[in-house]
């Protein structure tokens, strides 16, 4: 395991990261690493719009590394933005002579957001991480800033795998590094010189300086005491006259029950006697005697 697992697809990532030096973007680094995970960020400005650059994003055959593709090949490459989209590439059939094979397709991420001018998120493992089963999330977010527009590129990845952390991650992160530099390239890097801090470096604290303390508390004046206290009165007490008793009303006789007489019922007509083994004996109880109109 470690270097030596690098081979076959995972050799150019390495050779990627080696070369990753005069076409770095702004920003580009691993910014966390765990035994069985790893996060990858770049960033870079371009002169372009928002809107030039998600154009540009989703049509990955303008810019993606065709060293970094299955068939050779960038222009196989196209990306459907909307969630359930798919980030394929199209493995075209070889006819020649004595040699013939059938059109095939590689799935590198999916979409599951697609937030036009804004963000981009996919999901899929990449390059030699195919075969691994982890999880990675690219999530390419768009602003506006003041030079131009900004394009943040994280790739967060996490899962048993059989390369070594340290070393994987930094060959992902050159082969990201690559791709973001070619979308800057196609839509007009701008250099943006490292920022000072703006805020001044707090005072430093002089721990010889002999403790501070605090002033002494002067005592609460007392309070004034009038010179005459009035003497309180206690409030008179205020007796609520006795409740009224209550008016007891007659008790009203019930009135008396009618008592309906039952109403005799009706004896069912006599049916007709029908012959045995007729078919109105059979399903004379169904018989409809209603008229027809």
């Known amino acids: 395991m470690g270097a030596a697992m690098l081979t076959g697809r995972a050799r150019p990532f390495v050779l990627a990261a080696a070369a990753l030096g005069l076409s770095a973007p702004a920003c580009a680094e691993v910014t966390r690493t765990t035994d069985d995970s790893f996060v990858v960020r770049h960033e870079v400005v371009v002169e372009a719009s928002p809107k030039a650059v998600w154009l540009a994003l989703i049509s990955p055959a303008g810019w993606w590394s065709k060293d970094h593709t299955w068939s050779g090949d960038a222009d196989n490459l196209t ?8 980030f394929c590439e199209t493995i075209p059939e070889v006819d020649e002579p004595g040699r013939f094979t059938l059109q095939g397709s590689v799935e590198h991420m999916r979409v599951i957001q697609a937030y036009p001018e804004q963000a981009l998120r996919m999901q899929g493992a990449l390059g030699p991480l195919q075969s691994e089963p982890v999880i990675g999330i690219l999530t390419i977010a768009i602003s ?15 899962g048993p795998m ?9 060959a992902v992160d050159g082969v990201m590094g690559l791709q973001v530099a070619a979308l800057g390239k196609l839509l007009g890097p701008v250099a943006i010189p490292e920022s000072e801090a703006s805020d001044a470096e707090p005072d430093a604290v002089d721990t010889d300086a002999p403790p501070q303390t605090a002033p002494a ?23 609520a006259p006795p409740a009224a008793a209550p008016v007891v009303k007659p008790a009203v006789p019930p009135a008396p029950k009618v008592v309906t007489p039952p109403v005799p019922a009706s004896k069912p007509a ?24």
Not at 144 to 158: L, M, P
Not at 217 to 239: C, F, M, N, R
Not at 270 to 285: C, I, L, N, R, S
């Open 270 to 293: 006599p049916k007709p006697a029908t012959k045995p083994g007729t078919v109105d004996d059979a399903f004379g109880d169904l018989k409809d005697d209603k008229p027809r109109g």
């Open 217 to 239: 508390s002067k005592p609460a004046p007392a309070t004034a005491t009038p010179a005459s206290a009035a003497t309180i009165k206690p409030a008179p007490t205020i007796t």
């Open 144 to 158: 506006k800033v003041e030079q131009g527009t900004r394009i943040v590129w994280e790739y967060n990845v996490g």
């Open 162 to 170: 059989r390369y070594e952390v340290p070393v994987i991650s930094k």
């Open 79 to 86: 990306l459907t933005p909307q969630a359930g989209g798919c």
